[in-house]
């Protein structure tokens, strides 16, 4: 895909559904998980979490307005970072995206059973076949895998048309979560349950890290608005508003459904419903439970159905921005001549979600060691990201900031220009690195795999680099001009207008500087 | 215990996260509108400003240029200059300056910019000798180096003729210099006094 292909037509509401087609789903995925690890104190996991996910949220709105491209956190990454820090982040996201694809095809499938069994009575998760020696689940796989199928074709077929399903589907899954959640508060939440389970029934540390450290996952997918940014109209007063409301309604909902989950059923009640969490919470409900359970599958299906697509999707706009920067192949640049699509990296990478799920089918837990891997790329993609503001504000002072993540220093850098220090951003930078270690410490699946993943593909960087003559190093690019040339894209005169008149003011205090040096 | 007592808190909560959620959606949709491209570009020319040039006729100076100015060098923390412009007829040469005249001149200037020290104002001031006013100006906001020169056309002054506004306005921003053209305000000479001239 060429730049001018990216076109700018993503309103407000269109980056909101954006990032909630990928985030807002992650609550039927993670409240499971969360609640059976973390037991009584899930809302305090979901919180924790929460914290450290707003304030990622806050260094990607001001990091996605202020660079409005493709790429997300890997391109932030090699602009601030280097070649070799974007190569980092840009293989722990693909790591995200090519598990985000499996997860939510288990997942969406995982409610389709539910759907299923409420009304024939057939459970199909239970169908189990002899396999070294576990019993793996083989309707369930086989339909997570045709979905993936099913999304490929769809995707190789054509984008537009799965946009536009993406957000009719989305707007229709975010008003049954929130109308589920509310009448669930109204009509069989209970302070008295939620107060017990809270006080009796704490897990150990160790159960409570590997908690928080699921809970993690549901709230990755912010990195979705900024993938898409490059195609937002105004980013600038766009990306700011989406971004924000989405992590303002993630946020309160995500800890709204922990809370409502333990005032509701016992914690242990959850376990062997990781994968239907929120239909058999809505089964609950009195009189309403009878329609709302149904409808909670069938939107479970269908928006994690939509979060796995925009795994399809956002991963063919990492590897255009990765192959563009030439942190991978120009293979895989390549674009159907009839269908415009990018045919090659949503068929290797949606192969490569193909292998997640067989793999995961192998293992005791399908949901757990997908979690586990899939918060290990979150949490590794944050803490590069979270580094590239803190390099970006000192390298580059100059670039308007339509957002700026609040409470700052105000510091001097080598030029001896004055640029902010963002202080939350080294306490996110801090709050990531916890989580990071706490994925690390307790999922023995994320710890190895994760790792291995990510030193696989620099292998691969080696040699693409060697290879193409271009070296290891940080290439020369010009980034003023790509600033400008992005800013004029975006139709964003006012901030055109104000990087050129701050290039020229830090070009003429170079220029002083270096007369004062001369005489 | 009735159904209200019983869930009063889950209401609570469920009005709470309503509320909350509904005033988010509503600020997210008020998406400030964007400013045009041209008026970016003139903001950006403003902003860009280190050198703020007042032209003044030294024997008719009109305050309300020397103000916009302030205003301007504030947003922008830009340097001002008071710079008088002032015509040497053809029958005088340029190079001898009457000595008596430009004392006069630089007077005025002084007496202008120390009326300014109540803004906290310390501009610099110069007497511009020209043959002609766009002449001078021209070539003084060369030398200078102003991204902006601020003309004030005060009542009677010497750049209320049309053919001295029109020659400034064509020649500063052959030099990269924006003009900005301030007039008295109408309310200054009541509507009266302005038909009493006219008779």
Known sequence: ????????????????????????????????????????????????????????????????????????????????????????????????????????????????????????????????????????????????LALIVALMWINIRGMRESNLFNQVVGVATMVIKMVILLLGFVTVWSPGLFGLQLVHQMPSLNQFMYGSSLAII???????????????????????????????????????????????????????????????????????????????????????????????????????????????????????????????????????????????????????????MYAFGATLGYVVVFLALVALRRKEPEVPRPFLVPVNLRLRNREGRTYLFPVLGAVGFVGVLVVLFEVLYTHAVGRIFGPVWVLGWLAYFAYYRKRSGLGLRTLPRDWVKEQKEILASAEEYQMLAQYEQAVAVAANGRLEQAEGAER | MSFLEEHLAGILIALAIGLLTTLNFVWMSRVPRPIPRALAEAEGRVGGSRRIVVFLDPYRPEPSAVAVAHRLAAATEAEIVLAALVRIPFTRSLSVPPAQQETIERGLLAELAEGLRSLELRPATRVVPSRQYWDGAKEFARRLGADIAVIGVGEESAFERGEVLEGLLRELPLVGCEVIIIRPRATERSREQQEAEVL
Do not use: C
């Not at chain 1, 979490?49 to 491209?69: F, M, W």
């Not at chain 1, 007063?237 to 016992?266: E, M, Q």
């Not at chain 1, 920067?325 to 001549?337: E, I, M, N, T």
């Open chain 1, 218 to 372: 549901s709230f990755v997918g912010l990195e979705s608005i900024s993938q898409a940014a490059q195609e937002t109209r105004h980013p600038s007063r766009i990306l700011p508003r989406s971004t924000l409301t989405l992590i303002f309604t993630i946020f309160i909902t995500s800890i709204a459904y922990a809370v409502l989950a333990n005032g509701t059923l016992p914690w242990h009640a959850f376990a062997g419903h990781e994968q239907d969490s929120v239909t058999l919470l809505a089964r609950r409900m009195p009189f309403i439970g009878t329609i709302a359970a149904p409808l909670t599958a069938a939107m479970g299906t269908a928006i994690l159905a939509i979060s796995a697509n925009s795994g399809v999707m956002s991963v063919s706009r990492l590897t255009y921005s990765m192959s563009h920067h030439h942190l991978l192949s120009g293979w895989f640049d390549y674009v159907d001549p009839r269908r415009f699509t990018p045919a090659r990296t949503i068929l290797f990478f949606s192969g490569i979600g193909l292998v997640w799920t067989l793999v995961a089918f192998a293992t005791p837990s399908v949901m757990d060691t997908l979690g586990n």
């Open chain 1, 1 to 144: 895909m060429a730049p001018s292909q990216l076109r700018r037509e993503v309103s407000v509401w269109g980056s909101y559904m954006w990032g909630f087609s990928d985030v807002g789903a992650d609550i039927f995925a993670g409240l499971g998980l969360v609640t059976v690890a973390a037991q009584g104190a899930a809302p305090i996991a979901f919180a924790l979490a929460g914290l450290v996910y707003i304030l990622i949220g806050l260094a990607y709105t001001e990091l996605a307005s202020a660079y409005p491209v493709a790429g997300g956190g890997q391109y932030f990454a090699t602009r601030g970072l280097g070649d070799l820090w974007g190569f980092i982040t840009g293989s722990a996201l693909l790591l995200d995206y090519t598990i985000d694809i499996a997860l939510f095809a288990v997942s969406s499938t995982g409610y389709l059973n539910a759907l299923i069994a409420f009304f024939s009575g057939v459970d199909l998760t239970a169908v189990k076949v002899p396999f070294l020696g576990l019993h793996v689940q083989v309707i369930w796989l086989l339909e997570a």
